[in-house]
């Protein structure tokens, strides 16, 4: 079975910065394209940013200029890098494919305080 597994979140001040990782199982990585989601409390999942399997990366409006994606095809993970953090980016992270999503990770809490 595929895992998604996220990590590196946490407790950061307003103005902050973290970076997040997903460790993946997925065959043929290195030709999926990948996606960072995020979902806040009573709010729906939303796409945080993407990368394709070329490198072109694409971002939230929300987000844009503060967070950076990125992929290392060797260790099969995707990364994000979140700085300036702000409280309305408190929510929990996850990772997935483009489309034809995997079953979900446990994904990882980024909590900003302010």
């Known amino acids: 079975?595929?895992?998604?597994v996220e990590s590196?979140?946490?407790?950061?001040?307003?103005?902050?910065?973290?970076?997040?990782?997903?460790?993946?199982?997925?065959?043929?990585f290195s030709i999926t394209a990948m996606g960072?989601?995020?979902?806040?409390?009573g709010k729906q999942r939303e796409l945080v940013a993407l990368i394709t399997a070329g490198g072109t990366t694409n971002?939230?409006?929300?987000?844009?200029?503060?967070?950076?994606?990125?992929r290392d095809n060797a260790k099969n993970t995707v990364y994000?890098?979140?700085?300036s953090?702000?409280?309305?980016d408190t929510a929990i992270y996850y990772c997935n494919k483009q489309s034809r999503f995997l079953d979900w990770g446990q994904g990882t809490q980024v909590t900003v305080s302010s």
């Open 8 to 28: 590196g979140g946490g407790l950061v001040q307003a103005g902050g910065s973290l970076r997040l990782s997903c460790a993946t199982s997925i065959n043929f």
């Open 80 to 83: 994000l890098q979140m700085n």
């Open 85 to 88: 953090l702000k409280p309305e």
């Open 1 to 4: 079975q595929v895992q998604l």
């Open 36 to 41: 960072w989601y995020r979902q806040a409390p």
């Open 59 to 70: 971002y939230a409006d929300s987000v844009k200029g503060r967070f950076t994606i990125s």
